[in-house]
């Protein structure tokens, strides 16, 4: 009796080859349907000020051309750095400065509600 195993698919070999290629990219968000699409600068801009705002800081200062934003709520400012990468991905930081004690948690809450903007 002769036993034939059934190869898989050309284009399931390449699902499986992009797959963790594409869980590995920075500044890519996962679509619907399950290819990675790279975020672009603009997206990444109004995502990173709108999280901002999200947590209740005004907006005092953007500037597009350096990437920066930055936005104040009481003694605290949380400064956004938007900066386009060698690779064509989008790199987005969280920082925050205050004349007093830094609160808790400040910056994680601003970036986990960029990462709901960008779908993540």
Known sequence: ???????????????????????????????????AI?????QSWEAAGAALVDNGFSITQRDRANGTQVGQRGNTE???????????SVRVEFSA??????EP??????SASYQRRMGR
Request: glycine share 8%.
């Open 78 to 88: 949380i400064v956004a750095i938007v900066r386009s990468q060698p690779d064509g």
């Open 97 to 102: 400065r205050s004349s007093s004690a830094v």
């Open 105 to 110: 948690g400040v910056v994680d809450r601003v």
């Open 1 to 35: 009796m002769t036993h034939r195993t059934r190869l898989p698919s050309r284009a399931a070999f390449v699902i499986a080859a992009l797959v963790p290629l594409a869980s590995g990219l920075s500044g890519c968000y996962v679509a619907p349907y399950g290819y």
């Open 38 to 42: 790279p975020a672009s600068f603009d």
